[in-house]
């Protein structure tokens, strides 16, 4: 039997996403920049989902730039702000996705540094939680960017954006929040957040792959990462991906992602008790419900989610995105695990289809790997 518990890497698409992706492509096969019926066709189906994300977002549909996910969000928000100013520090927190890090770097090599740049990656507390006062306290009148995400893709734990958010509203600091695995999870609202930019993507709410969005504050200006035809009110140049879009709006509230709380906990609660070595990070702090990262000593994560994979069981280990490869994980890295440690844990999310009885395959499964591990590598225990 095969049971997919990663719903953090991505929700496979709902049913009604796919449907509204179809009448989308079949109904309006035109360009939405097309002047003529089948353009204008298509352009209702843009706005109508334009409209609808909106409202879902607290935010108007004038601050939506549709993007191809996340990635790109993230992207074109730190390339608008930071290509267009003068050197001077950028402030994040060390577990921001990669889609954050890595365009970051640019600003942290010697020669970033030898024009003025410096970038500061405030690290968590030991269940995951960035604090919002070291936050703060790193931002001074030469910060020219603030990123936090809203929930951290890994441990689930939810970061203090709205704290941070009203002091960079106040010093007149831009902040981007990458809300891709809120979305869904937490009630969001743009504007009441006051921050410049939010990072949201349709596949974690089960909306088609490759389409997601970027929520601006009225009168930010946009620098393009890929000049073009000027779509997206010269913001974001491409032909809309009129399907995808359509999809990802009519996947908006389909999941209520509160109900895989009981099962995530129960999930946690039978391991704790079978297995006493394993450890939840983040256990005692707000965290998404449907999240939990195990730390399991002395184990190899890698080896362990191709143990369960063997066993039907679809899990991550650290960040999904990052999977492949060998590296620890970055955000247990910068909550001082040792990087033996960091390489201990699996990622289990849950969602639609999961039930308790999953819950408790899975256990069962990874106490029965546990010990093979174990006896394999001559231990006893
Ligand atoms: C927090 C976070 N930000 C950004 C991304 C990237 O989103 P996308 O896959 O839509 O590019 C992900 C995907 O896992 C994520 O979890």
């Given at each position: 039997m095969q049971r997919y518990l990663d719903f953090n890497a991505t929700c496979p698409p709902l049913r009604v996403a796919l449907d509204a992706a179809d009448r989308a492509a079949t109904e309006a096969p035109g360009n939405p920049s097309s002047l003529h019926w089948a353009g204008r066709a298509a352009r209702r189906y843009v706005d109508d989902a334009r409209d609808q994300l909106a409202a879902y977002t607290g935010a108007e549909s004038g601050n939506i730039v549709f993007t191809s996910g996340g990635t790109e969000s993230n992207n074109i928000a730190i390339h608008s702000v930071l290509?267009?100013?003068?050197?001077g520090s950028i402030v994040t927190s060390a577990i921001e996705h990669p889609a954050v890090l890595k365009p970051l770097e640019h600003y942290s090599t010697e020669k970033a540094k030898a024009l003025g740049w410096s970038v500061t990656r405030v690290a968590p507390d030991a269940n995951g939680a960035v604090s919002a006062a070291e936050m703060i306290a790193a931002i001074n009148k030469d910060t020219r960017l603030v990123c936090l995400m809203q929930a951290n893709n890994e441990s689930g734990v939810m970061q203090p954006v709205q704290q941070v958010a009203d002091y960079c509203r106040e010093q007149g600091v831009p902040m981007l929040v990458d809300a891709v695995q809120a979305l869904g999870k937490k009630p969001l609202n743009f504007k009441a957040m006051g921050v410049d930019f939010m990072s949201l993507s349709g596949h974690k709410i089960g909306g088609p792959k490759g389409t997601g969005l970027l929520l601006v504050r009225r009168g930010v200006k946009i620098v393009e990462l890929t000049p073009g035809g000027g779509q997206e009110r010269g913001r974001r140049s491409g032909t809309e991906n009129v399907p995808g879009i359509s999809g990802f709006a009519a996947a908006l509230g389909k999941i209520d992602f509160t109900t895989f709380s009981p099962i995530r906990d129960l999930f946690e609660k039978e391991l704790v008790e079978k297995l006493p070595v394993a450890s939840i990070i983040g256990k005692d702090v707000g965290r998404t419900p449907n999240t939990s990262l195990v730390m399991l000593p002395g184990m190899d994560g890698e080896t362990l989610l191709m143990q369960l994979d063997l066993a039907g069981f679809a899990v991550a280990s650290g960040s999904a995105c990052s999977s492949g490869k060998r590296e620890p994980s970055h955000v247990l890295m910068a909550m001082g695990m040792t990087e033996q440690l960091a390489r201990s844990s699996i990622r289990v999310s849950f969602g639609p289809g999961n039930s308790e009885a999953d819950a408790v395959a899975l256990v069962d499964a990874l106490v029965a790997v546990f010990r093979r591990l174990k006896q394999m590598a001559g231990m006893v225990i």
């Amino acid at each position: 039997m095969q049971r997919y518990l990663d719903f953090n890497a991505t929700c496979p698409p709902l049913r009604v996403a796919l449907d509204a992706a179809d009448r989308a492509a079949t109904e309006a096969p035109g360009n939405p920049s097309s002047l003529h019926w089948a353009g204008r066709a298509a352009r209702r189906y843009v706005d109508d989902a334009r409209d609808q994300l909106a409202a879902y977002t607290g935010a108007e549909s004038g601050n939506i730039v549709f993007t191809s996910g996340g990635t790109e969000s993230n992207n074109i928000a730190i390339h608008s702000v930071l290509s267009v100013a003068q050197p001077g520090s950028i402030v994040t927190s060390a577990i921001e996705h990669p889609a954050v890090l890595k365009p970051l770097e640019h600003y942290s090599t010697e020669k970033a540094k030898a024009l003025g740049w410096s970038v500061t990656r405030v690290a968590p507390d030991a269940n995951g939680a960035v604090s919002a006062a070291e936050m703060i306290a790193a931002i001074n009148k030469d910060t020219r960017l603030v990123c936090l995400m809203q929930a951290n893709n890994e441990s689930g734990v939810m970061q203090p954006v709205q704290q941070v958010a009203d002091y960079c509203r106040e010093q007149g600091v831009p902040m981007l929040v990458d809300a891709v695995q809120a979305l869904g999870k937490k009630p969001l609202n743009f504007k009441a957040m006051g921050v410049d930019f939010m990072s949201l993507s349709g596949h974690k709410i089960g909306g088609p792959k490759g389409t997601g969005l970027l929520l601006v504050r009225r009168g930010v200006k946009i620098v393009e990462l890929t000049p073009g035809g000027g779509q997206e009110r010269g913001r974001r140049s491409g032909t809309e991906n009129v399907p995808g879009i359509s999809g990802f709006a009519a996947a908006l509230g389909k999941i209520d992602f509160t109900t895989f709380s009981p099962i995530r906990d129960l999930f946690e609660k039978e391991l704790v008790e079978k297995l006493p070595v394993a450890s939840i990070i983040g256990k005692d702090v707000g965290r998404t419900p449907n999240t939990s990262l195990v730390m399991l000593p002395g184990m190899d994560g890698e080896t362990l989610l191709m143990q369960l994979d063997l066993a039907g069981f679809a899990v991550a280990s650290g960040s999904a995105c990052s999977s492949g490869k060998r590296e620890p994980s970055h955000v247990l890295m910068a909550m001082g695990m040792t990087e033996q440690l960091a390489r201990s844990s699996i990622r289990v999310s849950f969602g639609p289809g999961n039930s308790e009885a999953d819950a408790v395959a899975l256990v069962d499964a990874l106490v029965a790997v546990f010990r093979r591990l174990k006896q394999m590598a001559g231990m006893v225990i």
